[in-house]
């Protein structure tokens, strides 16, 4: 038997390379198997489209008899149609064979699984609308065995973006971003692993929509695992650094897939440039060496390096990535500005902070007993707090051992310390002269300021006419931190 898998090997070697056109599963599936190197694997996924094939039977034909008898049995399994067309099965006509435009599509949540049992599966409808490649689906129609790309790849999509003005390239830079992680949410909701998220799996459609493609390499997680094993797979230099740091079989995980879209992200952002640079990238990536010198907002900077961070427990999950600030618009903004302003722990922060204050004066430090030093009661008569309501708001905030009040104001400090708007009284009392300067000169006393002049002052055209948020342009961030910090919903 395997006599015959060979033979119809080398007899359809020419043939196989140009009917092969499930290449990454059957990649997959020889690496998974061992029957491809490491080498042989990289150079077919890095190949394009239009050269993988070919790359994939070379490697077939140099692999000797075991890897030939291998490839027919997964090609037997994936496209059998194949197989049955070359040994002279006439049961499928051309006007069957499937056409394909573009080799992606946007992965419905409740169809994921499905699609991971079948990822060969590149059957879409042609897309009338169609501008760029119109004239070239009519020959798909005659040639079934050819395969488009969408209207372009990102590369070339940047190519075109180049020639506009700098506040669309901007605005459709953004939309590239967030509509690639929105796609890579939509795998993660399904506990999918992408693995081999690169620029080339970045496509445009006719309507300027960005689709994660190609999910050759895609994994579904087992029920209650955060972790799928397999042989090593994705792109040289667009991989996690767990993964590289691993031998033989790796474990890819969620954050994995993240820190590569952070790299992503900033390729897309900084046109065309990796974090991790160009020489030594795989070391560098090992090692969390990286430079963001070629994007200049510092709110982008921000995420991608939460994403890139080196350690997987330290980067956001994707859901925390798509609420980061970066994607906050001016209506957002105000909503934050609102919703953590109206926590007990804002409109009580004056009065915290001379709780706080008063503890420090008594010597009490966060590790000894409160009690020991000054009872709450205690507190609150030497701080004249009468109102039994206000007692009991305050006591839910800080808890009886006090652990909340030392966390809430060692976190606003460390937040504030070097930032811009560490002495923001100064700067807002000249714009506002009723400022409250009794608030603490941190981070939660400036959103007490802020929140209370967009609500209760209604001067939301003042914060453009005075450029507040330019002023404090890494507020937000900061801010997010904090809330992510003291696990505070928003």
Known sequence: MERHHIEFVDRHYEALIQRVTSVMPITDKLYDNGKLTWTQNSKITNATKMTQSTELLKAVKSGGPAVKSAFYKILQEIKPDVIQELEGSSLQTADDKRVTECYHHKVPTENVQDKMDRPDDDVIRCNPSSIKHRHKIEELKKDPSKKQLCE????????????????????????????????????????????????????????????????????????????????????????????????EKSGYKKSSDIQVAGMLV?????????????????????????????????????????????????????????????????????????????????????????????????????????????????????????????????????????????????????????KTFSNWKSQLSEIWKDTNKRLPEDILGLLRVLRNKLVHGNVRNEFEENNIFGLFPDFFITLYRVAKDLDWDY
């Open 266 to 418: 900033y390729y897309i952002l900084s046109d065309g440039k990796h974090p991790f640079g160009d020489i030594d990238r795989e070391v560098n990536i090992k090692n969390g060496n990286y430079s963001l010198e070629h994007v200049q907002d510092i709110v982008a900077k921000d995420l991608i390096e939460w994403m890139i961070n080196k350690e997987p427990a330290e980067r956001l999950t994707v859901d925390e990535v798509l609420r980061h600030p970066f994607f906050w618009d001016d209506y957002r903004k105000d909503a934050v500005l609102r919703k953590l302003g109206d926590r007990a722990e804002i409109q009580n922060y004056e009065t915290l902070a001379k709780l706080h204050n008063l503890y420090i004066e008594k010597e009490h430090t966060e590790e000894s007993d409160p009690t020991a030093t000054l009872t709450i009661d205690e507190a609150f008569s030497e701080l004249n707090i009468k109102i039994e309501k206000k007692r009991r708001d305050i006591l839910a905030i800080v808890g009886e051992d006090l652990k909340n009040l030392w966390k809430l104001f060692k976190t606003a400090k460390e937040a504030t310390e070097g």
């Open 152 to 247: 372009y790849d990102i590369e070339d999509y940047m190519d075109d973006l180049r020639q506009q003005e700098q506040k669309d390239i901007d605005n459709a830079l953004m939309k590239i971003v967030k509509e690639t992680l929105l796609g890579l949410q939509v795998l993660h909701h399904a506990d999918v692993v992408h693995r081999d998220i690169k620029p080339r799996n970045v496509l445009i459609d006719s309507g300027k929509n960005a689709r994660l493609a190609d999910f050759g390499l895609s994994r579904k997680l087992e029920e209650g695992r955060s972790t799928v094993h397999t042989f090593r797979a994705g792109t040289r230099g667009w991989e996690a650094t767990e993964i590289l740091n691993q031998s």
